[in-house]
Each structure stands twice: as C-alpha cells, then as structure tokens.
DNA sequence: GGATGATCATAT
DNA sequence: ATATGATCATCC
C-alpha cells in the first residue's frame, strides 16, 4: 500500500464504531430529519471528510489513487440492503469502448467499502458506521462484471436498450437513473438511429457486495 | 422479504 | 442539463 492509501484507509478506520451524528458534528454538520429528502447525506459527508476530489467526473473519487468511496448499507443481519449505483450508462457511446476504458471498471477496480447501519428503524444521527474496507477487484469478480459490462454494451449498441431490464446480469445491472420516469436522453434505437430514452445507471448487486463482505469480514473454513 | 423501477437532493 | 450521492415504494 502506498502512503496515500494508508493515510486515506487511517483516516477512514478512526471514524469506524462512530455514529453519524457525531461525525456530523465533529464537522459542523447538520444530521439531516428525514433520509427520504437527504438520500446521498452518508456518502457525500464521508467524501467531504476523506477529501474526495473528483466531484462529477466518471473517475474515481480519488482521482490520484484510482479509489472509489461507497457507502454500504446494511440490514440487522449484516448484510447489504441495497444495490450500488456505479456510474450512468454511455448509451451512444459504449459500443466503442473497451471494458479497461468504461467507468464501470475504473470505478470498482479499487473501491474504499463504508459500511453503515441501514435499517430504517434506526434514525439517521444514531447510525454507525463500520469498520472501512480497501478493497481491489479480484480476476474472479472482474470476470464476471466483465462478462456482463460486454453483453450490455453489445445490446446497448445494437439498439435494444429498450429490452433490457434489470434482471439482465450477474453481478451488473440496468436500471433507470433520474429524476422520474420522464427524463430523457439519446440512445441508440432498433434501426441505429438515436432515439430518446430514459437515462440509465449501472448499478452492483448485493450479491456481489455480500460476497465482498463474507470473504473480509467474515472467518472462512 | 427481496428486487425492480422510480424518485430525491445537490453540485457544476 | 447531467453527473454525483443514494434510498424509496411497489410488485412479485
């Protein structure tokens, strides 16, 4: 690990065991009352804190360490509650890319795990956080992410992204990522010309992420 | 109860 | 307008 890895993971580890009221406060932060009208609060907070620095790009949120910052809520068991959004889904351009180019990849090749309390019964300032988590893609898991990046991006430029949902993909997944079911932007349609569509995200199952979790947090025969 | 499709807030 | 941060609400 380098000493921009190890100072970034150090700060991370001293928030662990904290709730986010405390971390709000220790930064002058308001806990926002409702989640529903502050959903991105946790992540944003823990970016401001560890200093991410790429704002909006499709980089990593750690540009100069190639490390991207997700918040991982879980249930009372443990285990993730949510999917993970990634990044949105070039829709006219991915068919020219290659998996090494696509923020898919650039993202999750190295990802700083956060993982917090989710249960909704719990108030937002009274949940804790976990102990962080470096984590670097393993060829087992790239494969499979890979597999399904390349069946998306052939489908996408072929015009059929009206047709994919999100059951398609193992570890990867479509869904609709906006504001409402009304947005649009361009795609590609069946006859490859462009057509508007709804915006797409990327998003990672929670079988990925609680396969993560079992294999660094949990004991292993 | 879990997953899918829809939605909310903020920054630039 | 489009990206980021995600969770909500409903269906199965």
């Avoid at 926002?32 to 991410?52: D, F, N, S, Y």
């Avoid at 540009?63 to 879980?74: N, R």
């Avoid at 988590?133 to 390349?150: H, N, V």
Wanted: hydrophobic share 40%.
């Amino acid at each position: 690990m380098t000493d921009s890895e190890t100072a970034l993971l150090g700060k991370a580890t001293a928030l662990a065991g904290l709730s986010l009221a405390e971390v709000a406060m220790a930064h002058s932060k308001i806990v926002p009352e409702h989640i529903l009208h502050a959903k991105g609060w946790t992540g944003m907070l823990l970016e401001k804190i560890l200093g991410a620095t790429a704002g909006h790009l499709a980089e990593p949120d750690f540009m100069e360490l190639g490390i991207e910052l997700k918040t991982l809520p879980l249930d009372a068991s443990g285990l993730p509650k949510e999917s993970t959004y990634i990044s949105i889904v070039p829709l006219t351009e991915i068919g020219r890319m290659q998996w090494h180019q696509s923020s898919v990849y650039k993202k999750l090749k190295k990802v700083l795990w956060f993982p917090v309390e989710g249960e909704k019964a719990i108030p937002l300032g009274e949940r804790r956080l976990g102990m962080p988590l470096l984590w670097e893609m393993d060829p087992t898991t790239e494969q499979i992410i890979r597999q399904d990046w390349e069946e998306f991006a052939e489908r996408i430029c072929l015009g059929e992204i009206e047709q994919i949902t999100a059951h398609q993909g193992v570890y990867l997944q479509i869904r609709p990522k906006g504001a409402n079911a009304r947005e649009r932007v361009t795609g590609i349609g069946e006859e490859g010309n462009l057509v508007n569509t709804l915006p797409r995200g990327f998003y990672l199952r929670t079988a990925c992420t609680k396969k993560i979790l079992q294999e660094h947090y949990f004991q292993t025969a």
